[in-house]
């Protein structure tokens, strides 16, 4: 604008309507530059009031979403609660009959329900199925946040596809870490390991339920309980009520009455620290080489005063059951029923002690592998070791090659392996493709915290190879689930290795040849 008006003042010089002393072109300009600053303004300030309207009814649709999912009323007339406690990972299922008061927009009714502090910081997998109408079908659950400002109480939904009002049958099944604590923390050789669980003996529910109970079982004999609402002890499991008229739970609601069972466990509690999974795919090798390294932790009752090897020798002899129940004395790990070359070391070497069954003949059977450390792991101690071994992609259905899309390649790679009764706090996957695949897509069976892709340099690589690495916290036994990548390699990268080994061969001739044909005779010297 400027520029222009510099250029209507020399205008008006040559048209001989700039005066003696210049100031009508200028005049001008200055008025024509403002006329557009204002012009400019009032255009900002349309496009910001725009722009303020337009997120003002983003926020007002949310909101409305979220008040019409809230607002979803649902009159429960059973509700079960199933917790089946363990060392490290429990188990939790809810049964839950109701009807909803109306359908939402699109045929869909929103349900909540709620979890604990506890159940929620511990969680590792929800699963939620419906049955209705003698139909099954599987549901998808979103988490919604803490509920108003309380931080002891968690918010779950799920979208419940209706076409008229009916009675529907819900059941949630969840994964929890950690929900029993040793008790003592600390314990001698030989002495029996118990166990406490503190938690909701009374159901938490947003909604009015006729009639409501709280079950939670042991595997193992149940000492002492005790909870303020009506409680019975039904051999190794204690039954929280029955409820019935129970009233909603709302952000004002008075805190739901705590249980308390304290309870022996007769298996150690099993936890990896870390969990690491290295795969690499070769299709020059029709071969899937897997590399676990596992940092493993006993995280049951810490040993009271040092270890004694004699002591452990008698015990062994004189009652090796309560001897057993809070040390890892071995690891049973299920490894794929076409694993070969299978190999188990730790930071001195092979473990020797380790025991490792033959192939099984029936296609799908897995092939057990149970890790015996050097020594006995009590709790609080730490134990580290590698398990690998090699598959074939063809024989084992690990790769499957697609006619109507031509070097186009889906492979399923398992996210790890891990016992019932060992949680994960921190796994991680990584998968190194042939060097040269493109258009990779990868397709994850359940939500992850990370996803990140990088290259990995192998042996007689020139790029490297494209990796992929899947990070997720918090994980146990139903994270055993296949990763599906999906990736095109064309017919030119297989020919790329042959050529470069081809090409790196020549250069080594030709410079061999060039070397022995120089002059390299040593003068001799002048007399």
């Not at 200055?30 to 300030?45: D, F, H, V």
């Not at 209706?162 to 001698?188: C, N, R, T, W, Y």
């Not at 020059?284 to 810490?302: C, E, F, K, S």
């Not at 790329?496 to 060039?514: G, H, I, Y």
Request: proline share 7%; hydrophobic share 35%.
């Amino acid at each position: 604008d400027v520029e222009r008006s510099r250029g209507l003042g020399d205008v008006y010089k040559r048209q001989g309507l700039f005066s003696a002393d210049e100031r009508i072109g200028r005049t001008k300009s200055l008025a024509i530059l403002s006329t557009r600053q204002c012009r400019m303004q009032k255009t900002g300030i349309r496009l910001s009031v725009f722009t303020l309207l337009v997120y003002m009814a983003v926020c007002l649709l949310g909101h409305m979403s979220a008040c019409a999912a809230a607002e979803t009323e649902w009159t429960q007339e059973s509700y079960s609660k199933k917790l089946d406690l363990g060392g490290a990972v429990s188990v939790v299922e809810l049964d839950i009959k109701a009807t909803p008061a109306e359908i939402g927009p699109g045929g869909r009714a929103t349900y909540l329900f709620y979890l604990s502090r506890q159940e929620h910081d511990g969680l590792s997998m929800l699963t939620a199925s419906l049955e209705q109408n003698s139909t099954h079908s599987q549901l998808e659950v979103m988490p919604l946040g803490p509920l108003g400002d309380q931080q002891d109480t968690y918010q779950y939904a799920m979208n419940i596809p209706m076409k008229e009002k009916s009675d529907v049958s819900l059941s949630i099944k969840g994964v929890f870490l950690h929900q029993a604590s040793p008790l003592p923390k600390e314990l001698k050789q030989g002495d029996l390991q118990l166990l406490t669980w503190d938690g909701d003996a009374q159901p938490r529910t947003p909604y009015v339920t006729a009639s409501a109970t709280v079950f939670i079982n042991s595997p193992d004999p149940i000492l002492t309980f005790k909870a303020p609402v009506t409680s019975t002890q039904l051999g190794n499991a204690v039954q929280f009520g029955p409820f019935t008229d129970l009233q909603p739970y709302t952000a004002d609601s008075e805190p739901v009455p705590q249980g308390h069972v304290h309870f022996a466990y007769s298996k150690p509690l099993v936890s990896y620290k870390k969990y690491q999974r290295h795969v690499e795919i070769s299709h020059w090798g029709d071969n899937m080489a897997t590399h676990d390294y596992i940092w493993l932790q006993n995280v049951g009752p810490r040993l009271k005063g040092c270890f004694s090897r004699s002591q452990n020798m008698i015990n062994m002899h004189m009652n090796p059951l309560l001897e057993k129940t809070s040390q890892i004395q071995s690891i049973p790990l299920s490894l794929p029923g076409s694993a070969e070359g299978v190999y188990y070391v730790d930071a001195t070497g092979n473990v020797s002690t380790s025991n490792l069954k033959a192939s099984p003949k029936a296609a799908g059977t897995p092939r057990r592998l149970d890790i015996r450390p050097r020594y006995p792991v009590l709790g609080g101690w730490n134990y580290t070791f590698t398990v690998g071994w090699n598959e074939r992609m063809s024989k084992s259905g690990i790769a499957r090659f697609n006619p109507a899309k031509p070097w186009r390649t889906r492979i399923a790679v398992p996210f790890l392996i891990s016992p019932k009764t060992a949680s994960i706090e921190n796994a991680t996957l990584t998968i190194s493709l042939p060097e040269g695949a493109q258009d990779i897509k990868v397709s994850l069976p359940f939500k992850v915290d990370n996803v990140h892709t990088s290259r990995y340099p192998s042996y007689l690589d020139t790029v490297g190879r494209p990796t992929i690495s899947i990070t997720r916290a918090k994980c146990s036994f139903m994270n055993a689930m296949p990763v599906f990548v999906e990736y095109t390699l064309p017919i030119t990268t297989y020919l790329r290795k042959p050529f470069c080994v081809t090409l790196a061969v020549l250069l080594v001739f030709a410079a061999s040849a060039f070397v022995s044909r120089q002059i390299n005779a040593i003068p001799q010297s002048a007399k």
